[in-house]
Structures are given as structure tokens and as C-alpha cells.
């Protein structure tokens, strides 16, 4: 109730205006597993690994580095990601008129670049075995603007329903920023349901994102598998609104994890392709390992 009241507190004393954050660090995936089957939903796990992952999305246009830590129940996620080099012309052009500037109208010496930045700090808990509860704060930089945001995620903990297992959430349950130019800015929440269900030796999961683009028939859609060939090695399969196909493969053993995706872009989709990696070392392990080598 007091994040309620907030919200309607600040939309009096700000400029403000409900729209989709272009940026969310919700929508992108936050590990190599996730990206390899497409982006489907994963949970957080709740060992003592510390992962290391870049992802390098449509030909590095867009780049996401993510630091990942397990610590008393609480999983600490950091985040920096972005568009880096974006050209600026609002300098260059001259005398334009209805039609545009024309070419003797760019005055190029004085076209520049800047870079689109968040930094994200999400900390996520499990509460009373039924719901993960993560808190969003970001730090925006875009051109010679920033902004500071907070944002809040509820989703279950796995549910089961006969051989079908399945999360509910809501993505921006209350998420808002406040810009340098004093506009304030709420984000639209949005539904996410994940289904899994495992045959043999392969785990096959659905994750949709739904919002008010249901009226357009718009349903944002994620779909991948996970096959265990061994205990040591996984691979992945995935297809997205994005990607036509996404696959992947994991290298795992009690002390460290190697991880990696590929993302082939769909045909509509005017950019290169992506990839993911990423390293997991197992900091409770390694620390035991150590005991052994120095009593």
C-alpha cells in the first residue's frame, strides 16, 4: 500500500507518463542458459557460484555484462548494459525546413556520438517458499541525461499442476525513474507465465509476456529445451519474436561451469546475429578444495 501511495503522491508532484521502457533489464536474458532456449524464464538458483557473463546482441550493437552472486538467501545481480557510439546530428543540421535538411544543409563537423547506458542492481529473495520477490533499482544515463528508477518483481516459486510445472508473475509489479530533467516515468507491468515440462532426459519450457498489446494480438513469446546428454554437459535449444533460433551448450563440473549461446536473428529483423557467454565458479567449493591443500 505504500508503494501505491507513493506512486500516486509523486504523479502529482512530477511530470508523468505510463510507457514500455525500451531498456528493461526484465526482458533481457540474465544467463547463458536463458538466452540459448530462446529467453524462457529461469529462477534464480541458490548456490555459491559467483558468474561472469557478456552478451553480445545483433552484431554488438547491444551489449549486456552481468555479475551474479548467491549470498544468505539473497541472489545479487549487477548489470551494465547499453547501445554504445549512437550518432547525434541534432547539431549538424542547418535551416531545415518541411522537407528535411538537404545536403548542403549538414554541417558534418559537427556530428558526435554518445551511448545509452542502465546500470542495474536487482536483489532477489525467496519468501516463505512461495514467491521470489526482487527489488530493481537503476542508474540510466542516455546522452546528458540521467536518471534514477526503482522496480519491483513477484513471481511464484515453481507450482506443480499433474506433470506440468508452471511460474506466474508480474514483471514491473510498480516500476518508475526519475530523470535529471525532473519527468517522472512509470512502466507498464506485465504478466509472465512459464510452463515446463520434462520428457526423458530434456526439460521443454513456454514463457509468454503479456500486456495491454493482447487487445493487438501482440503476445511476446519465449520457447526453448534443455537436453542433459551427461551430467557434466547440456545443450540448448531456443526460438523467440527475435531470434528464428538459439542454441547453446553448458561444460559443468563441482567446481567451475563454462557457458555458451549463439541467437540467429529472424529474417525481419534488419541485424546481425548474437552471443552469449559465461563462467560460474563455485566459490564454496573451491574455498573447501583450499582446506585440502592448506590444513
Given at each position: 500500500m505504500k508503494f501505491y501511495l507513493l506512486i500516486i503522491i509523486s504523479s502529482y508532484l512530477f511530470p508523468f507518463e505510463i510507457l514500455d521502457d525500451s531498456m528493461n533489464i526484465n526482458y533481457s536474458p540474465l544467463s547463458v542458459e536463458s538466452s540459448a532456449m530462446g529467453g524462457v524464464y529461469r529462477p534464480f538458483n541458490a548456490d555459491k557460484k559467483i558468474i561472469f557473463s557478456h552478451?553480445?546482441?545483433f552484431g554488438g550493437i547491444y551489449t549486456l555484462d552481468i555479475i551474479k552472486y548467491n549470498y544468505k538467501q539473497n541472489n545479487i545481480i549487477f548489470t551494465s548494459h547499453g547501445v554504445d557510439d549512437i550518432t547525434n546530428t541534432t547539431q549538424a543540421w542547418q535551416n531545415i525546413d518541411n522537407d528535411g535538411p538537404a545536403a548542403n544543409?549538414?554541417?558534418?563537423?559537427?556530428?558526435?556520438?554518445?551511448?545509452?547506458?542502465?546500470?542495474?542492481?536487482?536483489?532477489s529473495r525467496i519468501i516463505k517458499n512461495k514467491y521470489s520477490l526482487s527489488i530493481k533499482s537503476t542508474f540510466s544515463k542516455n546522452y546528458n541525461e540521467y536518471g534514477f528508477g526503482l522496480g519491483i518483481n513477484i513471481v511464484t516459486v515453481k507450482k506443480e499442476f499433474k506433470n506440468l510445472d508452471y511460474y506466474l508473475g508480474v514483471w514491473d509489479f510498480i516500476s518508475f525513474k526519475r530523470w535529471s530533467t525532473s519527468s517522472f516515468e512509470y512502466y507498464k507491468p506485465k504478466l509472465m507465465i512459464s510452463f515446463e515440462y520434462p520428457i526423458l532426459k530434456s526439460l521443454n519450457i513456454l514463457t509468454l509476456y503479456i500486456d495491454d498489446r493482447l487487445l493487438e494480438n501482440i503476445i511476446n513469446y519465449k520457447v526453448g529445451s534443455k537436453i542433459s546428454l551427461t551430467d557434466n554437459f547440456n545443450i540448448y535449444f531456443g526460438n523467440s519474436n527475435l531470434d528464428k533460433l538459439s542454441i547453446g551448450f553448458s561444460i559443468i563440473n563441482e567446481l567451475f561451469n563454462i557457458d555458451y549461446s549463439y541467437m540467429m536473428s529472424n529474417d525481419n529483423v534488419l541485424f546481425d546475429n548474437s552471443y552469449n557467454i559465461g563462467i560460474g565458479i563455485n566459490?564454496?567449493?573451491?574455498?573447501?578444495?583450499a582446506e585440502d591443500f592448506y590444513p
Open positions: 552478451l553480445s546482441k544543409e549538414i554541417d558534418y563537423s559537427k556530428i558526435n556520438y554518445f551511448n545509452i547506458k542502465d546500470f542495474n542492481l536487482i536483489i566459490i564454496s567449493k573451491l574455498a573447501e578444495r
